[in-house]
């Protein structure tokens, strides 16, 4: 991995209003609480948190949202100079109904969302060629012009030394249908270094439902770490010589939004910490990564929605039961 560089990670994608059920009115009606989302930054805020640099690069309206937005990325300490705001389209909003067990349901208003609209002549190429992650997730993929701007910064990044971390986080109410969503996440796989999925997306990405069978898929394509999440469950954390499966914790579930972000954002900081290619972790790093990525996820859904419920690290470490973690 180049150490030179000036960004741990950067990341493009969507950055979105969360509106999470909260209950009852007076009246009877449903209420909503106005949270800041967005897979990519709240995977970039668990990097954050754990005293990483990173950059975000993405698109908001002009509006009240999109201005929100803006303020709470910069309060989490992430660059915010790869951030348009643009007075022709709405900041993309997220519905989000929640269970008395924390599962979600969605409804998105995107039509087109701000999101979807960005183009590559509007990205800072500094921030690519200045990063050692570049992460994308698939949100990008589903229109234009953002599908294009997605695959040449991705490009972009990776002639520029950059390693290429993907997280297909699938969303149907986004899709015109599966088919397309399958064709389009799988055509951003030859580009991977690392990737995160659920085990609800292995039969998305690859020909297999089976979390094992489908890291074997991806690593013989090309890809050199796959962490398969298993819900509750833990994660399958593999590259090409090995693999385990990393339990996670016990929590009182409130919310599971950014419960994958976090894991991955908490995964990849201390993957970056040891200043190794992915081919060069071991099982055992990739074990110790996995874990504090598990304590990071395992706090992050005890509180309402994605940004505002990662933990600092100091609770991740108490989670963890360490003062520190040494490489």
Partial sequence: MRMDKEYDIVALGELLI?????????????????????????????????????????????????????????KQGIDS?????DDTVFTTLAFVNLTSDGERSFSFARKPGADTMIGYKEV?????????????????????????TTFQTVKYAKNSGAIISYDPN??????????????RMRSMLPFVDMIKLSDEETSLLTPYKDPDEAADYLLAHGIKIVA??????????????????????????????????????????????????????SIEELKTFARYGNAVASLCIEKKGGVLAIPEETETLKRLGE???NF
């Fill in 18 to 74: 969360d509106f999470t059920s909260a209950g009852i009115s007076e009246n009877g009606s449903l209420l909503f609480e106005q949270n800041p989302g967005g897979a990519p930054v709240n995977m970039l805020t668990a990097a954050e948190k754990a005293g990483l640099k990173t950059a975000f690069i993405g698109k908001v309206g002009n509006d009240m949202h999109g201005k929100f937005l803006l303020d709470i990325v910069k």
């Fill in 81 to 85: 100079r790869g951030i348009l705001m």
């Fill in 124 to 148: 800072d190429t500094q921030l690519l060629q200045n990063t050692k992650i570049f992460h994308v997730g698939s949100l990008s993929l589903t229109d234009e012009p953002a599908r294009t």
């Fill in 170 to 183: 699938y969303r149907a109410q986004l899709w015109k249908n599966e088919k397309t969503a399958v064709e």
């Fill in 228 to 281: 398969v999440t298993l819900g509750s469950d833990g994660v399958l954390i593999c590259n090409r010589k090995d693999r385990q499966k990393v339990s996670g914790f016990k929590s009182r579930v409130v919310d599971t939004t950014g419960a994958g972000d976090s894991f991955w954002g908490g995964f990849l900081s201390q993957f970056v910490r040891t200043g190794k290619c992915p081919e060069e972790s």
């Fill in 323 to 325: 003062s520190s973690l």
